[in-house]
């Protein structure tokens, strides 16, 4: 009852926009899930990520809303006894577009360690790890060797695997804004993907 009062706290922080008591809410929930002995049901738990996601992207934190996506992606491919083919391409599409737009990691991470020396930063970095249940922090890197491994990027339409090519494959800067722009185009007109 506790984790179900926790989860309405959720629901209506979300319907109105007090995104720091729904991120109490999130905090409060992953902790009594650890502390439970069972886990949730799968339709809680997809609930769950599918709102954690959501308050990773008005954080600004793209990395791990791709990583909340991914997971709710990985739950519902599994869970699912009768998924359609098109509802996996769908999804796997919004974790690949997800994914690719995370930020690259700076190109000077020498100078970044001199910037922030803190500890409390890695910590935050750990304490959102925790609330995907995830043993170590993600990285775009990790997330993208996951998205392969687990076929997400075969189960995408033809565009958005041409797309993952040009950024992540193919090294073609000098034309890269001309090849991508059909690609670019395609998602525009898809917004159900977005």
Same mark, same amino acid.
């Given at each position: 009852?506790?984790?179900?009062?926790?989860?309405?706290?959720?629901?209506?922080?979300? *319907?109105?926009?007090?995104?720091?008591?729904?991120?109490?809410?999130? +905090?409060?929930?992953?902790?009594?899930?650890?502390?439970?002995?069972?886990?949730? *049901?799968?339709?809680?738990?997809?609930?769950?990520?599918? *709102?954690?996601?959501?308050?990773?992207w008005?954080?600004?934190?793209?990395?791990?809303?791709?990583?909340?996506?991914?997971?709710?992606?990985?739950?519902?491919?599994?869970? *699912?006894?009768? %998924?359609?083919? +098109?509802?996996?391409?769908?999804?796997?599409? %919004?974790?690949? %577009?997800?994914?690719?737009? %995370?930020?690259?990691?700076?190109?000077?991470?020498?100078?970044?360690?001199?910037?922030?020396?803190?500890?409390?930063?890695?910590?935050?970095?750990?304490?959102l790890?925790?609330?995907?249940?995830? @043993?170590?922090?993600?990285?775009?890197?990790?997330?993208?060797?996951?998205?392969?491994?687990?076929?997400?990027?075969?189960?995408? @339409?033809?565009?958005?695997?041409?797309?993952?090519k040009?950024?992540?494959?193919?090294?073609?800067?000098?034309?890269?804004?001309?090849?991508?722009?059909?690609?670019?185009?395609?998602?525009?007109?898809?917004?159900?993907?977005?």
């Amino acid at each position: 009852m506790n984790l179900e009062t926790r989860l309405e706290q959720l629901n209506y922080a979300i *319907k109105m926009e007090l995104w720091q008591e729904a991120y109490k809410a999130i +905090e409060d929930i992953s902790d009594l899930m650890n502390k439970s002995k069972k886990m949730p *049901k799968p339709h809680v738990m997809a609930s769950y990520y599918q *709102k954690l996601s959501l308050v990773f992207w008005k954080a600004g934190n793209m990395l791990f809303h791709a990583a909340a996506l991914f997971k709710l992606f990985q739950l519902l491919r599994d869970q *699912k006894k009768n %998924i359609t083919a +098109e509802e996996v391409g769908k999804r796997a599409s %919004i974790v690949l %577009i997800a994914t690719l737009a %995370i930020p690259l990691p700076s190109a000077h991470p020498e100078f970044d360690r001199f910037i922030e020396t803190e500890k409390s930063a890695m910590e935050k970095i750990e304490k959102l790890a925790t609330l995907l249940s995830l @043993p170590k922090p993600p990285t775009r890197v990790s997330l993208i060797r996951d998205l392969i491994r687990f076929n997400v990027v075969s189960a995408v @339409p033809q565009e958005l695997q041409c797309l993952y090519k040009l950024m992540e494959v193919e090294f073609d800067p000098l034309n890269l804004c001309t090849r991508m722009q059909g690609n670019i185009e395609w998602i525009q007109e898809h917004p159900e993907l977005g």
